[in-house]
């Protein structure tokens, strides 16, 4: 595609007063709509004060295009990762202890290890939940501009109901503001709606009804002092007002004393002190991504015995698995991706892709090779070309992966039995010189400054025994960062939120 839109022609031009009040505007809209967050410190036993998320002043231009392409790209993600989450052989030898990533990456191991013992012993329930998010940035290489994915999320996707509610935030500024008319392109008709709170309560929600127990309620497994507790709140009110659905939540700790299942058909029951039991039918996981989740055996114990109970997980561990850095490396292997879409004999005829879907996806795809290809190939091509390069470990949430001139010593230093937990990826190139005013609370001023905006598309999957229930689209997320900033996590405090204007 021919980049026709002048990224270093924004955001617009705008006086010091107009820019002051579409500030006052925004945070006000904020703070009004629950586009909140938690302060920093800690948190006290009942909430007391809020402060509102960081966001962006204007929202960032997208190409109309590549928008739709990411949007149409999430249902054949939604059954690729269901697929991968059900072929148990392939997360053995990708993820494993034994010939797998488990090997040497602890944390990978250790889950591995407790679903192969519950694979053992027997799990209660065939059915997964999946609510995923694909991430993308811009690639401009010369005068081509191309939609490229970043990684795919299968757990804790988080900020669907903040993104929602950013994108309502531009939208009422143009509404009220018109965004003092400094840009022809910030028309309601460029700004797209964002319904991702309803998309992914839409997901839980069908888990909740496969579970099919009156008076059954959805577990949030949620970290201790969460900032970000607002985002899972607006999904809990939905829930609630619209399919009568309560909520429990719970932390690890609180749930290694609160929990029993069944023996007579492994139910998942919450005893709290002072209140009547519950049953779960779906745990939703929030936290459990990070080994700082599993602090003790402790922890994972708990994991695994919410896993073999016959609540829905969200995700279960092999769906948690399936969306490691090393499964994202794997896919781009030939034949692996054929291995999902293409098997007429495994899915039938209508669960067979074409060859322009497998394209589609190629084509969204970076060069990606082990750090433990060929011997010491992946280590020596990885230092030639760590200029153009990220190295990325089986982990999530911000904060982990290696870059650019920190590469070449990160090598020196990585023991060569650990290099099968790492992979190389060749950097995506967003357009330079797209700037935006970025608020945090706390700041007077907003800051203008270059920046970088990755999409994120959602997505929900239920599926089991070889089948895909239900999947859809689920709506969006942007988050945009300096350009000088490596990572791209909100929660982190690298990135604000921010939503779309639509280009052509």
Same mark, same amino acid.
């Given at each position: ?169 531009? *939208? &009422?500024?143009? /509404?009220?503001?018109? $965004?003092? @008319?400094?840009?022809?392109?910030? =028309?309601?008709?460029? !700004? ?93 996981? *929030? &936290?459990?991504? /990070?080994?700082?989740? $599993?602090? @003790?055996?402790?922890?994972?114990? =708990?994991?695994?015995? !919410? ?198």
């Amino acid at each position: 595609m021919q980049p026709a839109f002048d990224f270093t022609q924004w955001p617009p031009l705008i006086s010091d007063k107009d820019r002051n009040a579409l500030q006052y505007s925004a945070t006000s809209y904020a703070l009004a709509h629950g586009l909140l967050y938690l302060p920093i410190g800690v948190q006290p036993p009942r909430l007391t004060s809020a402060i509102h998320a960081p966001i962006s002043l204007f929202p960032t231009p997208f190409p109309r295009d590549q928008f739709g392409q990411a949007q149409r790209l999430q249902s054949i993600y939604n059954v690729l990762y269901s697929r991968i989450a059900m072929d148990t052989e392939f997360l053995d030898q990708t993820m494993g202890t034994e010939v797998g990533v488990g090997q040497v990456d602890e944390f990978t191991g250790q889950l591995w290890s407790g679903w192969r013992d519950l694979r053992e012993r027997g799990l209660a329930q065939p059915l997964h939940l999946g609510l995923f998010r694909s991430d993308y940035l811009l690639h401009q290489r010369d005068s081509e501009l191309s939609l490229k994915q970043v990684e795919f999320n299968t757990i804790s996707s988080s900020f669907g109901a903040l993104a929602q509610k950013t994108a309502e935030m531009h *939208r &009422s500024l143009e /509404t009220s503001t018109k $965004f003092y @008319t400094h840009s022809a392109h910030l =028309t309601t008709s460029n !700004l797209p709606p964002n319904h991702s709170t309803s998309g992914l309560v839409e997901g839980l929600a069908a888990a909740h009804a496969a579970y099919n127990v009156d008076g059954s309620r959805i577990l949030f497994v949620v970290q201790k002092g969460e900032r970000n507790i607002f985002d899972q709140l607006w999904l809990e009110y939905e829930l609630l007002e619209k399919y009568s659905i309560h909520v429990v939540r719970r932390t690890f700790d609180e749930l290694a004393n609160q929990t029993k299942i069944s023996e007579k058909d492994f139910a998942l029951i919450i005893e709290s002190p002072d209140e009547l039991p519950v049953e779960i039918s779906t745990v939703y996981y *929030r &936290s459990g991504y /990070t080994p700082d989740d $599993f602090p @003790t055996q402790t922890q994972y114990q =708990t994991r695994f015995k !919410l896993e073999r109970s016959k609540a829905i997980k969200c995700p279960s561990i092999p769906l948690q698995l399936a969306g490691g850095k090393k499964v994202q490396q794997v896919l781009t292997e030939p034949g692996v991706l054929e291995r999902f879409l293409c098997d007429e004999t495994k899915y039938g005829s209508q669960g067979v892709f074409s060859a322009q879907a497998l394209a589609d996806l190629r084509t969204s795809w970076m060069e990606m090779w082990p750090l433990d290809l060929d011997g010491d190939t992946g280590v020596d091509q990885a230092r030639g070309r760590a200029s153009e390069l990220v190295l990325k470990p089986q982990r999530e949430g911000g904060g982990n992966n290696v870059y650019k001139e920190a590469i070449p010593e990160f090598l020196v230093s990585l023991p060569p039995r650990e290099r099968p937990a790492w992979i190389a990826m060749e950097l995506i190139s967003p357009p330079l010189g797209l700037k935006n005013y970025l608020v945090r609370a706390g700041s007077e001023e907003c800051v203008e400054t270059e920046v970088v905006s990755e999409l994120g598309i959602f997505g929900w999957s239920l599926f089991g025994e070889g089948k895909i229930i239900s999947e859809k689209e689920a709506g969006w997320l942007v988050r945009t960062k300096g350009k000088d900033s490596n990572e791209g996590g909100v929660a982190t405090g690298f990135s604000v939120l921010d939503s779309l204007v639509l280009v052509d």
